[in-house]
């Protein structure tokens, strides 16, 4: 569509990406090919050598996954996008793309667990050095800076207390040491937060989550400034192979069409839950973003445009209590990930953080009876109905430490 880039955000949503295909469909064909046929011996060669645009190997691009990832770029107000196999992929092409032996990173603890494992396993035996803050605490980010930072990484709200990060005032810091500020947007999508607007060099997400929305793909997508970034992480994202499939970005693509009215209805949804949950006997303390309660609650206001749809909970039961409250509920299904449509439930301590370790999980303030929440989008009624039957359950309970 021409001048999609001076429309609204629910517009671009469904219009962003498409160009105009043979036949003339109204939703991009997937090309579910792995390789592409060159008209001639001197066609190939020139597609090759980067002398004429089009298409050699699925690896190296496809228009499926091209449609998807310029309309993620579009969305985000970047300049171009690399479609990715997972958020993890995403986040493995970023850190090998921008360093290398002797490199320093800045992390923040709230971030998803296998980020922080990746980052003390494979990099730390590729000789990059990582120094995880608080990086809601800016002074926690400015010391922790060295000669050879080279990449400060957050999310923001963080996974999965949802601590919120000051992206400009991070990204000043950053660019005052050299070194780039990437941006891990999974948790709000760009829907509500665009980093870039406050001065981030990388944005990245699962697009598992918000993005595609179905709990029925696994897809990352790192998005760059300018086109000399993306050339770099073209080639390395190439090398690495950790590329999504056409079909796959036909369905994130599909998902995205929806993506704003999604947002809406997840932030509020979650608001009144989050309202619900502060009030209740059995809860010690609700983290959200919405909620003036929150520490982050003013820098939320300023850098956001909701709060989202994750909420993360204390319950003053401790562990055995989330426990018995996951085993309790109906509605909200007991499972990892974030951002679908259905309502879902889980310990991170024990599920999507274990592999950080204890020690690394306390620093980040992951405690044993933290319950995280991803609210979908099914009458809010029905889902605290199902919450207060499930926490009338755990009220009496008494705190354990897990084994």
């Known amino acids: 569509m021409e001048n999609i880039e001076d429309t609204y955000f629910e517009t671009k949503c469904v219009h962003s990406g498409i160009k105009e295909y043979e036949y003339g469909p109204v939703v991009p064909p997937i090309y579910q090919t792995s390789t592409f046929k060159f008209k001639s011996a001197c066609h190939g060669a020139s597609l090759f050598a980067g002398e004429e645009k089009g298409y050699i190997y699925t690896r190296m691009g496809n228009p499926t996954i091209e ?47 296998p980020t922080t494992t990746l980052l003390n396993s494979i990099m730390k035996r590729y000789g990059v050095e990582t120094t995880f803050v608080d990086a809601s605490n800016l ?45 891990d947007n999974t948790f709000m999508s760009p829907a509500l937060q665009k980093p870039f607007e406050f001065g981030a060099d990388i944005v990245l997400h699962s697009m598992t989550k918000f993005l595609n929305g179905h709990a029925d793909v696994i897809g990352g997508v790192i998005i760059v400034r300018d086109e000399q970034m993306y050339c770099d992480f073209r080639k390395v994202l190439n090398q690495l192979g950790g590329v999504i499939d056409p079909f796959n970005s036909f369905l994130v693509h599909r998902g995205i069409k929806t993506l704003a009215l999604r947002m809406q209805q997840h932030c509020e949804s979650a608001t009144a839950i989050a309202g619900y949950l502060e009030n209740h006997p059995a809860v010690k303390k609700v983290m959200f973003p919405g909620l003036r309660s929150h520490p982050q609650y003013s820098l939320a206001q300023k850098q956001q445009k909701g709060p989202g749809g994750l909420i993360a909970i204390e319950l003053k039961g401790g562990y055995r209590a989330g426990k018995n409250m996951m085993n309790g509920v109906k509605l909200f299904q007991l499972a990892v990930s974030l951002g679908g449509v259905e309502s879902l439930i889980q310990h991170p301590a024990s599920m999507t953080h274990a592999s950080m370790g204890a020690e690394a999980r306390a620093a980040a303030g992951i405690c044993e009876g933290l319950v995280r929440l991803s609210i979908g989008i099914e009458n809010v009624n029905d889902l605290i109905n199902d919450l207060e039957r499930s926490l009338d359950k755990v009220n009496d309970v008494k705190d354990v430490v897990m084994n």
């Open 67 to 113: 449609a998807m990832e310029d309309s993620v770029a579009a969305l985000e107000g970047g300049h171009k996008a690399l479609g990715c196999g997972s958020g993890m992929a995403a986040v493995h092409t970023v850190f090998a793309a921008l360093t290398q032996f002797g490199d320093h990173i800045v992390c923040s603890h709230a971030v998803y667990g």
């Open 139 to 183: 002074d926690e980010v400015k010391n922790a800076i060295t000669a050879k930072t080279r990449i400060i990484y957050i999310e923001t709200p963080g996974n999965p207390t949802l601590s919120i990060s000051d992206i400009k005032a991070i990204a000043k810091i950053a660019h005052n040491a050299g070194a780039y500020l990437v941006v």
